[in-house]
């Protein structure tokens, strides 16, 4: 970990959602030097990092404002959770945002941060404030918009449930059946997708199936997650 960004998302008091202006970044000391593969991505060098404070030193007070927050949410959270401890960020639920665009905007063709950004054009969006992506904030930011949407859309409660699950994919990933909606696949071929090693292939091929009536409701749960908005 070499840096971490926060764009806050509040409620007003009419219920509409709307950007905070509360938002920032603060470079971590990852203890290590950075790989140039890495510097490749984000472009934040060694010299920037070194005596910013380790990880979990500055990561509760981000994590866990004075104001407290009603959940985290990240873009593919699965992955700042790995990070985001329940130590660090005192239990908070989150919101994944990739697993709710699944399920909001289904005819989108892809849903990573930046093509759900120029997929979409969301209202408000600063081009330059985004931008260089791959860096804390401008992709914190980014992220934001797409929840402050997906709250105006949807309740916080429905964003937590979509977001304990896997996520339900609108078509099928990859394999010679590549791009087809799962209701034009045989049973056959689901059951053998419900029998795979990806979570979020299984998890859909057994919604199918149970949309279907052939096999029964189950409960189906990603690691704990956890709450940044």
């Known amino acids: ?3 971490i960004g926060w764009q806050d998302v509040v409620r007003t008091a009419s219920g509409v959602w709307r950007l905070d202006e509360v938002r920032g970044a603060r470079f971590v000391d990852p203890g290590r030097p950075i790989s140039p593969d890495t510097m490749a ?6 010299a920037w990092v070194q005596g910013a404070g380790y990880w979990r030193s500055v990561a509760p007070s981000i994590l866990r404002p004075d104001d407290g927050v009603i959940a ?15 130590t660090l960020s005192g239990g908070a639920d989150w919101i994944c945002t990739w697993k709710c665009a699944l399920r909001l ?25 985004g931008l260089p992506a791959h860096r804390a904030l401008p992709d914190a930011y ?18 937590l449930a979509w977001s304990r699950e896997p996520g339900l994919l609108p078509r099928v990933p990859a394999g010679p059946a ?3 909606a799962w209701s034009a696949l045989e049973n056959d071929t689901l059951q053998a997708f419900r029998s795979g090693r990806d979570i979020d292939i299984a998890f859909t091929a057994a919604t199918e199936l149970r949309r279907r009536g052939l096999v029964e409701a189950e409960v189906a749960k990603t690691p704990g997650q956890g709450l940044l908005l």
């Open 178 to 180: 590549r791009g087809k």
């Open 72 to 86: 985290l949410a990240a873009h593919r959270a699965a992955f700042e959770q790995r990070y985001c401890t329940p």
């Open 105 to 129: 905007w289904p005819d989108l063709p892809r849903f990573s941060n930046q093509m759900l950004r120029y997929l979409r054009r969301p209202e408000g969006l600063v081009h330059e404030l």
């Open 41 to 46: 991505i984000h472009h934040i060098q060694d």
């Open 1 to 3: 970990m070499c840096e």
């Open 142 to 159: 980014v992220t934001a918009h797409h929840l402050r949407d997906m709250l105006n859309l949807t309740t916080v409660e429905q964003l």
